[in-house]
């Protein structure tokens, strides 16, 4: 058999400790190959030394048979080699166009002159944005988009490289279930011409549907590699955690107590309009909706990042007025973010230190900080988190997953009453998506409320007691556990009203079944 890539004996190090040790990887033209594993297994820091990012510290690399001497990421680009990090890299202040043609904008003569040939630039990029069913001008800027549109942006930039070879790391992380489908339905057609994709993820329903092999690792090893058909879901679980995981979704049933936040008519510059929901004491609200339908400006307004232009928000029937994040926390909201680099950590800062950052007061005496009492009360959330590190550690040398991890511990720190959750498991495996979910319980037993947004609709109607589902910047449906159902959810947020009901999930794209 024929392979396009061949790593062999391939180790690396960081700080002494093995991230990767003596793999072996093989890939066979055309086919989608699967790399999945727990958070920190070396998935991320494989591709990134196939694609030249890293540096492995033993081993070789061999594209169609060969040998790759000193690969670096230019010299891979020339095989056909393309990869799409789990970080969005474009840049803010240029439009979509620019980013996605920048450094090889296509040139035409005209007399005696060459001159950038913008007519060819946004033709492309239009019928990338139309493949993707993406409603954006070329020429919007990045900086006004959501990170879902980012994320499809970021993705069309290296398909439209007419790569031979594309690597994936989570792709799908932040993208809504329309356009994870545009992306399958082009891996597909990438099949079908001889690409090859390798596609890491922790959705296994996904990997499921798509893959035609999988390499599963565990603590930077591989334990198993083997033709999708032949396994089920458990046996990649196990395989993958080292153990079983019986409950992907735990629901603790509490008891739901009183009213705790009340958002009236809450606006903010045509972004959102007319917003209205409870949330009350021991519940968890989920809010979902297609990218773009103003479910990240809902939880920025709400924590004070934007300053509400219109409505009112009610906190233990109380009226309060909430225009910057310290007013949010001074009303016991948190929000965790789901843009771990601009937004949630700081990379130069340790683990224990990103943690306590957002409550020195707890750990500050006579105006100094008792160093003794941060490692103690971050440890218990490291440990609790199930973050490898030590808290000494630096924040830079985590992978994605645990980034999250301390996202989440940052903000638990604080013991907020009210817990903004901004796509809180994405890009995580499934034992640590578990282990949100139970400290997520533990945030109900504590008598606090959690608002969840998430484009993960069987994390939504596992997890919460209601839904609420945007459209257009506008709450189109409130729906009551009883009543969750993919189909439901996907008809309302793609615009269906009430009194449409010959209008099916089919009419509007199709999803896996229900978990």
């Not at 909706?289 to 103003?294: D, E, F, I, N, R």
Request: hydrophobic share 40%; net charge positive; glycine share 8%.
């Amino acid at each position: 058999m024929k392979y396009i890539i061949e790593m062999k004996n391939v180790s690396k190090q960081f700080n002494g400790n093995f991230v990767l040790k003596n793999i072996d990887f093989k890939v066979t033209t055309g086919e989608v190959h699967a790399i999945i594993g727990e958070n920190g297994a070396g998935k991320s820091t494989l591709m990134k030394i196939l694609a030249g990012a890293v540096k492995a510290d033993t081993g070789e690399i061999l594209i169609n048979g060969e040998n790759v001497c000193n690969p670096n990421e230019k010299l891979m680009k020339t095989f056909g080699l393309e990869m799409i990090y789990q970080d969005i890299s474009l840049f803010p202040d240029l439009n979509v166009a620019e980013n996605i043609f920048i450094g090889r904008r296509p040139i035409k003569n005209l007399s005696f002159i060459k001159i950038i040939d913008w007519k060819k630039i946004f033709y492309e990029t239009q019928y990338y944005l139309d493949s993707f069913d993406l409603k954006i001008h070329p020429k919007t800027l990045v900086k006004t988009l959501s990170i879902g549109q980012q994320k499809v942006i970021e993705i069309i930039k290296v398909v439209s490289k007419n790569a031979t070879i594309i690597v994936m790391d989570e792709p799908t992380s932040a993208l809504t279930e329309q356009e994870k489908e545009n992306l399958f339905k082009m891996i597909l057609e990438f099949k079908k011409i001889n690409i090859t994709t390798i596609f890491i993820s922790h959705n296994l329903d996904e990997i499921k549907r798509i893959a035609d092999s999988i390499t599963i690792l565990r603590d930077g090893e591989i334990v198993e590699i083997c033709r999708i058909d032949e396994v089920n879901t458990n046996h990649l679980i196990k395989q993958m955690a080292g153990k079983s995981v019986k409950d992907r979704y735990p629901k603790l049933n509490v008891s739901i107590g009183k009213e705790v936040l009340s958002i009236r008519n809450l606006g903010y510059k045509k972004r959102i309009n007319d917003i209205n929901f409870t949330l009350k004491k021991g519940e968890i609200i989920g809010i979902t909706g297609l990218s773009g339908a103003g479910r990240r400006t809902l939880a920025k307004t709400l924590f004070g990042i934007y300053k509400p232009t219109e409505g009112s928000i009610y906190i233990n029937q109380k009226p309060v007025t909430i225009r910057s994040s310290k007013d949010a926390i001074a009303s016991s909201i948190s929000y965790i973010t789901s843009n771990v680099n601009s937004e949630g950590l700081i990379d130069k800062m340790s683990i224990s230190n990103n943690i306590s950052i957002t409550n020195l007061s707890r750990i500050t005496r006579f105006g100094f900080i008792n160093k003794k009492d941060e490692a103690n009360s971050t440890g218990r959330l490291i440990k609790k988190l199930g973050i490898k590190q030590s808290g000494c550690d630096n924040v830079a040398d985590l992978s994605g997953g645990n980034k999250k991890k301390v996202i989440l511990a940052k903000w638990l720190y604080v013991n907020s009453k009210i817990i903004i959750f901004d796509e809180p498991t994405s890009g995580m495996d499934i034992s640590s998506k578990v282990d949100i979910y139970n400290i997520m319980n533990e945030i109900l037993r504590s008598g606090a409320s959690i608002i969840l947004i998430s484009s993960d609709l069987p994390e939504l109607i596992g997890m919460c007691d209601k839904i609420e589902i945007m459209c257009n910047g506008e709450i189109k449906k409130e729906l009551k556990r009883n009543e969750f159902s993919q189909e439901k959810i996907l008809f309302y947020a793609s615009g269906g009203e009430d009194n449409d009901h010959k209008q099916t999930l089919g009419d509007i794209f199709t999803v896996g079944d229900n978990l």
